[in-house]
């Protein structure tokens, strides 16, 4: 995929720590028996300055895993932390500053406001913080995404891909330690999908970005440096440069061990 040319920045740094952790991670829900255990004791790292698909069947945990790590769930047990930060030990406040601050995400609806153009719905999470936005690192976002003619548009007069687009530059424009991105590609046709993905993995490639990114679409996980895989809320496998034949390949072996269980 070609990029627009913008002036360069300083990427985020793709080495040292891990921007994010799970260390013997639960999450239960209800008690009794009503009690459902939606992960079990998981423990995992997401590498700074690469891109982590999360897989697996429905019901696996992988969306709870993803909530609990981005600080939008609690934990039952084990803990959560981006960079250096237990996201347990926040109160609701300093949960709220660090989701603003060191998270973007990018969900399977679009969540823009109709009212704002794309230039205004990229920033608003900055305006909201009262920072101003780094110009040259948003011309580098916006160029990267195939923004550049379409700010002044209202999400109305754009496509569904493009408003996805805009999605994307909104959860990269603030620089976050990491992006979540829930089945980022839910609601867009084939091509319209494949775009996204292409400039999620050209965020990660380029601007030195981390991405975690549950899906259940082998083709989109092809995109990603590494891919877990859940069932029954535990961790069961990964796959490193992964291709869509092989990431199917091993779901297809979890559809074979729940018919045989």
Known sequence: MS?????????????????ARA??????YGQGETRIV??????????????TAIMGPSGSGKSTLMHCMAGLDSVSAGSAQIGDTELSSLNDRQLTRLRRDSVGFVFQAFNLLPTLT???NITLPMA???????RQWLDTVVATVGLSGRLSHRPAQLSGGQQQRVAVARALASRPEIIFADEPTGNLDSRAGSEILGFLRDSVRELGQTVVMVTHDPAAAAYADRVVFLADGRLTDELHAPTA???LERMRRFDTGARTS
């Open 3 to 19: 990029m627009q040319a913008a002036a360069p920045v300083p990427a985020l740094p793709s080495t040292g720590p891990a921007a």
């Open 23 to 28: 260390t013997g991670l639960s999450k239960v």
């Open 245 to 247: 034949e092989g990431v």
């Open 38 to 51: 939606a992960l079990d004791s998981v423990s995992l790292e997401f590498g700074r300055g690469r891109f």
């Open 118 to 120: 794309a230039l205004e």
């Open 128 to 134: 909201i913080a009262g920072r101003r936005p780094d």
